[in-house]
């Protein structure tokens, strides 16, 4: 069974980075990973993919800004968050689609964390 555990959440300031951490617990082969982030009365709204062979995709809002990477260290799903502007501030939860190499948009995912918190403000 795989399991997984977000960190690295916290507050900044506009401008500012941040990184999250997805610590992926369980077997690990080559499958979709996603980052997804909600803000109270929103939908989810899915941020970043990677898939198992490593093509990743972004939400426009945040393209040139946030990066994803998977691997280093191992067992660790990774998004790098640049430039962070107030409308970034969300719950972001990592998940997966275990039966799936390539991510295919609109497929739910199967495996969630219990997400981490970003804040920007001033």
């Known amino acids: 069974q795989v399991r997984l555990m977000e960190s690295g959440g916290g507050s900044v300031a506009p401008g500012g980075s941040l990184t999250l951490s997805c610590a992926v617990s369980g077997p690990t082969n080559s499958y979709c990973m996603a980052w997804f982030r909600q803000t109270p009365g929103k939908d989810l709204e899915e941020v970043a993919t990677?898939?198992?062979?490593?093509?990743?995709r972004f939400a426009d809002s945040v393209k040139g800004r946030f990066s994803i990477s998977k691997g280093n260290p191992p067992g660790t799903l990774t998004l790098q968050m640049n430039s962070l502007k107030p409308e970034d501030t969300a719950m972001y939860y990592c998940?997966?689609?275990?039966?799936?190499?390539?991510?295919?948009?609109?497929?739910?995912?199967?495996?969630w964390g219990q997400g981490t918190q970003v804040t920007v403000s001033s």
């Open positions: 990677i898939s198992g062979d490593g093509v990743t």
């Open positions: 998940a997966a689609d275990l039966l799936m190499v390539r991510c295919v948009p609109g497929r739910p995912y199967d495996t």
